[in-house]
């Protein structure tokens, strides 16, 4: 069983920054077994990919869109995984998730994810 905890959302203005964190909590197995990911979801939408990283860190998987503003990490001493976000903008609003997978066969789908924790609210003011 892994338990996921996000913290970190809130309120900023176009152009800042903002580090979400995702505390794990696994039973059974390492958390560093496990690859992980972020997604985000507005009212009325799919829940879509933003980021993910493998068990190891050595692969990350970005949606076009965060590339170059967004950066995925983790430690597995902590067993937590980061996102950090710069040069946000109000299209980044959203209540952001994240997702923990032992054998991820599609990053960018949430099928793939077997734990969720319960997101975090991200408000981009223009």
């Known amino acids: 069983q892994v338990q996921l905890v996000e913290s970190g959302g809130g309120l900023v203005q176009a152009g800042g920054s903002l580090r979400l964190s995702c505390a794990c909590a696994a039973s059974g197995r390492s958390f560093s077994s496990y690859g992980m990911g972020w997604f985000r979801q507005v009212p009325g939408k799919e829940r879509g990919f933003v980021a993910a990283m493998n068990w190891s860190g050595g692969s990350t998987y970005y949606t076009d869109s965060v590339k170059g503003r967004f950066t995925i990490s983790r430690d597995n001493a902590k067993t937590t995984v980061y996102l950090q976000m710069n040069s946000l903008k109000p299209e980044d609003t959203a209540v952001y998730y994240c997702?923990?997978?032992?054998?991820?066969?599609?990053?960018?789908?949430?099928?793939?994810?077997?734990?969720w924790g319960q997101g975090t609210q991200v408000t981009v003011s223009s």
């Open positions: 997702a923990a997978g032992r054998f991820i066969s599609n990053w960018r789908a949430a099928y793939a994810y077997n734990y």
